[in-house]
């Protein structure tokens, strides 16, 4: 005799909401996953930016003559920067600087200026 105004679920029903929920869970993960990197490579622009913008701020400070170097301004940072004289015309000097990182691949962030000899 078949039970009249029960309620409930069948084993089939419950199956198929947890592997959809399995899947839905499954697409929100992956998606947590790529806006935390995409923050990081955000956050990671922005400090290579500042520190390309401070190192050519002191070059531009500075009354020696200006040259070339490399130095590690943060761990996992290094900035390189070069002058060249009479470029783009003569009693100017231009000032490339170029901060570059590694995280899940190669980064790099590069300011130009010129200034007065």
Do not use: C
């Not at 070059?59 to 761990?75: M, R």
């Not at 920067?81 to 009693?91: K, L």
Request: proline share 5%.
């Amino acid at each position: 005799m078949p039970a009249v105004g029960k309620a409930g679920f069948s084993l089939i029903e419950v199956l198929v909401a947890v592997a959809l929920f399995s899947l839905a869970a499954l697409a929100l993960s992956a998606g947590a996953v790529t806006v935390i990197r995409a923050t990081a490579t955000s956050e990671h622009f922005t400090l290579a930016t500042i520190l390309a913008q401070d190192k050519l701020e002191e070059l531009h400070a500075q009354t020696a003559p200006l040259s070339g170097n490399t130095d590690i301004p943060q761990p996992g940072f290094t900035r390189a920067w070069t002058v060249t004289p009479d470029s783009p015309q003569d009693g100017v000097s231009q000032i490339d600087v170029t901060v570059s990182w590694t995280d899940y691949q190669s980064h790099a962030v590069t300011l130009t200026t010129v200034v007065n000899e």
